[in-house]
């Protein structure tokens, strides 16, 4: 059992738990079990967690934990990994935050390596396999979708945040480069008590964005015509650095920006990288895993590692490095409204995204009807379901549906 400290957050001499003395190996193993058991999503995991270290074997008092949570869930990068990251640092310094992040995320990379490697060399391109792989995509659509839904329910409080987050999507259907309706949603809501501030930074993002408009930019993500170009170590990792950093409100805002670098410059195909969407639903990981999955389908073992070493980056960094000065920047109120207008921009992408997703599954499929009928399936239980295996179970539905209406 752990020991008793004052955390004076917790109240002045309220005593607090504190993790025992263990050894690296042992925590190392801990947080191996805890990936290992990783089904079910973010909400799953945490809750996984939560269970282990505050009520059971308390490292952490609840009050403390939930703090955390709140700051985490603030800042990019998947919720649940942040947590492994810094309560391996409460517990053994930087060397146990390390460890943890990495015995957390290891099953699942393992596991996504090797249905990668099964999926390039035996499904990719198989005729027999088109069907059920086109069901399991027009699910994830509807699973995005509904993601769409969860984030800005939390997200959208007001209505200028609608605002953004509406412009953000028209931008981004009309090819505006991502970065431009992101920093412009930021720094709008943050000046909002200044009208003329705000639509002067309105009014910036719009010359920007015609002037990096040259006739030649595709929309974000934009289908390439002939997908299968070889891509550079350095170019996945950049992008898995980018889906890392703008990771805000769940894994399911790292799609956009990792398919934007991915398929929009011919690497993979949307289907494919549907499908390693659609993985990493059923396996023991953060979402974000999709990245190694792509990794690999673009550029082999070496592009698998470089894209998830990108993706899981500023996981690590933000409670190594820079923790204790993050915990004073996102108390800033300022800070909040930036923060807060930067989160309805990203939903504005994805759901962006999600259209532009829909529009490709769509053409791919001989027929209208059963790519109807299988989404207004899965939105429909995804919408209303709930637990663990919800993910699994709509992945499974949409490869059966799929193989008996896509023969």
Request: hydrophobic residues 60%; positive net charge; contains cysteine.
């Amino acid at each position: 059992m752990g020991g008793m400290v004052v955390d004076p957050a917790d109240g002045g001499n309220v005593p607090s738990p504190a993790p025992p003395a263990i050894s690296l190996p042992a925590l190392f193993l801990r947080f191996l079990r805890f990936g290992c058991l990783a089904f079910g999503g973010p909400v799953a995991q945490i809750a996984m967690i939560r269970q282990a270290l505050v009520e059971d074997d308390p490292w952490i008092s609840g009050a403390r934990f939930n703090r955390l949570l709140a700051i985490l869930q603030i800042l990019p990068g998947p919720e649940a990994h942040e947590l492994c990251v810094h309560l391996g640092m409460v517990a053994r310094g930087r060397w146990g935050g390390l460890l943890a992040g990495l015995g957390f995320m290891l099953p699942g990379l393992v596991l996504m390596l090797g249905a990668a490697w099964l999926y390039d060399a035996w499904l990719l391109g198989r005729t027999g396999a088109s069907g059920l792989l086109l069901g399991v995509q027009i699910v994830v659509v509807a699973i995005i979708v509904r993601a769409v839904q969860r984030i800005g329910r939390h997200v959208l409080e007001d209505r200028l945040l609608w605002l953004i987050a509406g412009l953000a999507t028209v931008a981004t259907l009309l090819g505006v480069p991502f970065w431009i309706p992101l920093i412009a949603g930021g720094l709008a809501y943050a000046v909002a008590a200044r009208r003329r501030a705000a639509a002067a930074v309105a009014v910036l993002a719009v010359l920007v964005a015609i002037a990096l408009h040259d006739g030649t930019v595709a929309p974000v993500g934009a289908v390439a015509a002939s997908p299968g170009v070889q891509a550079g170590i350095a170019a996945l990792f950049v992008a898995g650095l980018k889906g890392g950093l703008l990771t805000f409100g769940g894994a399911y805002t790292a799609i956009p920006y990792v398919r934007a670098d991915t398929v929009g410059r011919g690497w993979l195909a949307d289907g494919t990288f549907l499908d390693g969407v659609a993985l990493a639903g059923v396996l023991p990981a953060p979402l974000v895993i999709f990245g190694t999955f792509v990794g690999y389908v673009a550029g082999g073992l070496g592009g698998a590692l470089a894209l998830t070493a990108g993706m899981f980056l500023p996981a690590f960094a933000f409670s190594m490095i820079l923790f204790e000065r993050l915990e004073a920047v996102v108390e800033n109120p300022a800070t909040h409204r930036l923060l807060a207008g930067v989160a309805a921009a990203v939903v504005g992408v994805i759901a962006a995204t999600s259209v532009q997703l829909g529009w490709a599954t769509e053409a791919r499929a001989p027929a209208l009807w059963p790519v109807a009928t299988i989404f207004a399936l899965a939105l429909a239980a995804a919408w209303f379901g709930k637990g663990r295996w919800l993910i699994p179970a709509l992945i499974a539905f949409g490869a059966a549906a799929g193989w008996l209406l896509f023969p």
